[in-house]
């Protein structure tokens, strides 16, 4: 018996509002329009360290006080080990392409943009939440969508969602400039960026011309 060809795993990212989810469903909806299979995934994941993450984020469960960013990396960290786990590589392991709504660079530029110096002298940010997710699968590509933080306050402005809790504007243009140095945050990684103030549709061209190599 044959053993199953490993799907592959690709991660898209970028700044609140930069339209990840409605790309990663796009690019899904292409796979599947080739025959192939594809499973669709996000993070904060489903499970248990998850579900706590998405109370945080959307302030009904407060964390951490002076440590809040330590605290997050540090759950973010063991939810992606659960997430790779339970969901990710048996899904790789049976031949199904992984498309995830973000993954480790997300930590890398949340939690380095809001960790506060006063609290950590002396401490690199960046190589500590590197160390935490040492052991996270890597991902075969990771889709960096490159917005301004402009357009992408305008597209949070058109949802019905309660604001959550990294979506101040101030921080937003941080994340930003953290997004388009990714290759530093995850040295080695494949990184493909694409211009996100696009329309909708022209992203999902871009996104899928880019992809098409890795295939």
């Known amino acids: 018996m044959t053993a199953a060809i490993r799907g592959k795993f690709v991660v898209f990212e970028g700044i609140d509002g930069a339209g990840t989810t409605t790309q990663l469903a796009r690019y899904g909806a292409h796979l599947r329009s080739l025959g192939q299979a594809v499973h669709l995934t996000r993070e904060p994941s489903a499970g248990p360290v998850g579900s706590m993450l998405r109370l945080a984020l959307s302030k009904r469960l407060e964390l951490g006080g002076a440590t809040h960013a330590q605290t997050m990396?540090?759950?973010?960290?063991?939810?992606?080990?659960?997430?790779?786990?339970?969901?990710?590589?048996?899904?790789?392991?049976?031949?199904?392409?992984?498309?995830?709504?973000?993954?480790?660079?997300?930590?890398?530029a949340y939690q380095t943009a809001t960790t506060e110096p006063a609290h950590n002298p002396g401490v690199d940010a960046v190589l500590w939440v590197r160390s935490l997710n040492r052991f996270a699968l890597r991902p075969d590509a990771t889709v960096v969508l490159d917005v301004s933080p402009d357009v992408a306050a305008q597209r949070r402005d058109t949802r019905a969602a309660q604001i959550e809790l990294y979506e101040r504007q101030d921080l937003q243009a941080k994340l930003a400039a953290l997004y388009r140095d990714a290759e530093r945050l995850v040295p080695g990684d494949c990184i493909l960026h694409i211009d996100g103030n696009a329309s909708a549709d022209a992203v999902t061209f871009a996104v899928i011309a880019a992809l098409a190599p890795r295939r």
Do not use: K, N, Q, W
């Not at 759950?75 to 392409?97: K, M, N, S, W």
């Open 73 to 108: 990396a540090l759950l973010f960290a063991a939810d992606r080990l659960d997430h790779v786990a339970h969901e990710i590589e048996p899904h790789l392991a049976l031949g199904t392409h992984v498309l995830s709504d973000r993954y480790d660079l997300s930590s890398l």
